[in-house]
């Protein structure tokens, strides 16, 4: 387990790395349309979304900034970075995922709560890091990076 741990942090920080160095879209991704959130008949989850990964709830207030988003998919992992923007108040949102996660299977691993706060979660073969930070008082960016490694097909 230390090994998925050390790789998915690394992972992580080299994927938050160059998505932070000033990832610039020309107007597509990468081939991949991010497609639109998936509804539920359950008025809450309805009322918030799931994106690329069905166990990571993201606010309503949130809108998902296309361009500084990606997924990239393997047989063997799947990971994403899914950056959202929005007009809400930045402790809200930790515990809107502090919250969630939880009711979604993650197990917390770590979490550091300030102007910019972060969540690492994880599940078995998964890890989720979430950065929240407090831009302005009219905008909280908010990162989803989440690694899920796939069982091998042999």
């Given at each position: 387990m230390s090994h998925f741990r050390l790789l998915s942090c690394l992972m992580g920080l080299m994927l938050l790395a160059t998505s932070c160095a000033g990832?610039?879209?020309?107007?597509?991704?990468?081939?991949s349309e991010i497609p639109p959130p998936e509804q539920s008949p359950d008025t809450y989850q309805s009322t918030h979304h799931y994106y690329d990964f069905d166990d990571v709830?993201?606010?309503?207030?949130?809108?998902?900034?296309?361009?500084?988003s990606f997924v990239f998919e393997t047989p063997q992992f799947k990971t994403?970075?899914?950056t959202f923007n929005g007009r809400v108040e930045s402790f809200s949102v930790v515990d809107f995922f502090n919250s969630n996660l939880t009711k979604d299977g993650w197990r917390k691993h770590s979490s550091y709560k300030g102007k910019?706060?972060?969540?690492v979660y994880e599940k078995p073969g998964k890890?989720?890091?979430?950065s929240v930070l407090d831009e302005s008082f009219s905008n909280t960016k908010v990162e989803v990076l989440v690694i899920e490694m796939k069982n091998e097909i042999k």
């Open positions: 990832m610039r879209s020309t107007g597509s991704t990468g081939g709830l993201v606010p309503k207030d949130l809108k998902l900034d296309v361009d500084g994403g970075n899914l910019k706060s972060i969540l890890s989720c890091y979430i």
